[in-house]
Structures are given as C-alpha cells and as structure tokens.
C-alpha cells in the first residue's frame, strides 16, 4: 500500500467550482506539504503544515486554502476555481528526524474549463 | 526570481555512459540540497542528497557533487541503465533558518537513456 495517498487523481471541473483535494499519509510523519507543477516551472510550493495546529502559506498560496484535519491528513482547496490553476498537484509528507526528505504522493492531475 | 536553476530541459545518454545532470543556485543561505527522480503518473521519489558541509556524496551508482563556492551542484549516474530515463529536480533547503523543511526546486532536466 501506497504511504502518500492522493484522491481524487484526475479531475476535471468547471471556473467557479469549488474544488477538494485530499492528501493521507501512513508514515507517521508530522510535516504535510501541498505543491504544484507547472510544464517548465518546476514544483512549487502552495501551503505546509508541520502539524495539526500549524499552517503556513507557502510560495503561491493565492486562491487556495487548507486543512489539517489530523495528523494523517491535509487537504487543499480552490474555493473558485479559475483555469490557470490547471496543473498537477502533490502532496508529500516529512518527519522532524529528517525533515529535509520530503516524500510525496502520486499527484492529481487538475484541469478548470 | 529562480533560486534553483536547471539550465538543460533535457538530456539523452547512451545505456551504460555517464549521465551528468547539473543545478546552480543563487540563495546563499541553501545548504542542504537533494535530487528527486520523477517518472510520468508518479510522484518524485527521493534520490540522493548532501548538506554543505561535504562536497560530495555517493550512494551505489549515484554521486552529487558540491561546489559551494559557484553554487554548482551536479549528479553523475555511472553506468546509466535505462530505467534511469525519468526527470530530474534539483532542490535546495535553508536549514538554518526559520524556512527549514521549506524545499525549492529546480525546473527539472528530463534523462533519455538510450539502447
């Protein structure tokens, strides 16, 4: 069994749709980590929680939020979707023994019309 | 603002020659770094790193050089196998700073291993 697990994996909506992504982890780890990849930019860095209590904007947090519901689980959402959010989106996950080795899921990959 | 740049989108090697792939940085502050290996419809997959305080680390067929000084870090693959074929990111971390755990990444280099 997958340790990173993301739902849904593809996902196609309408602008203005609001929109969950959800992200589980069986590692145990406290650190959970929302990306996204855009063709020629990389892996870039929406929100990061180091734990259930904590939240913290990452590089481009603009138009997402999110949730930590428990330590397992880290959720993101686009309350109004909008197209050039279309983009694959991972979730990874750290421990604060190694904090550094980000390990992350399979991706969804998101398309908005 | 690139902190981490992969100058090569792409690179195509020969089954059992050396594959090299690089990755500079302009943060001084970053002094951790690792490479990721990504394959299509998966997530990436931690692959080697190294702090700063080495210049070089080397795990079975895979070897990160670092030089701190032109803020250069490269991975050679010897022998290159083609289930090596997949992309690389390069990625930096600030340990010693409120953004600790915080990885920047490079825009990847996609490796063909060729027969």
């Known amino acids: 069994d997958a340790d990173v697990t993301q739902t849904p994996r593809n996902r196609i909506t309408k602008t203005g749709k609001r929109i969950m992504l959800e992200c589980s982890q069986t590692k145990g780890h406290d650190r959970m980590y929302w990306y996204r990849q855009d063709p020629g930019l990389g892996l870039r860095l929406i929100y990061y929680s180091f734990d259930v209590k904590d939240i913290n904007k990452g590089e481009i947090s603009d138009g997402y939020s999110v949730s930590r519901q428990a330590q397992a689980k880290f959720s993101l959402s686009l309350e109004s979707a909008i197209p050039n959010q279309t983009a694959l989106y991972f979730c990874a996950t750290s421990d604060l023994r190694d904090r550094e080795t980000q390990y992350f899921g399979p991706g969804t990959r998101l398309l908005v019309l | 603002d690139q902190q981490v740049k992969q100058n090569s989108p792409s690179l195509s090697v020969q089954e059992g020659r050396i594959s090299i792939l690089n990755c500079d940085y302009t943060?001084?502050?970053?002094?951790?770094f690792l490479w990721y290996k990504k394959y299509p419809a998966e997530g990436p997959t931690f692959l080697i790193s190294i702090s700063s305080i080495k210049d070089k680390n080397e795990d079975g067929r895979f070897t990160v050089f670092l030089n701190k000084s032109a803020k250069h870090l490269s991975l050679h693959i010897v022998p290159s196998q083609p289930g090596d074929s997949a992309v690389y990111f390069c990625?930096?971390?600030?340990?010693?700073?409120?953004?600790?755990?915080?990885?920047?990444f490079g825009t990847g280099t996609r490796l063909q291993v060729t027969l």
């Open positions: 990625a930096a971390s600030a340990t010693g700073t409120g953004t600790a755990s915080k990885l920047t």
């Open positions: 943060n001084s502050m970053f002094d951790y």
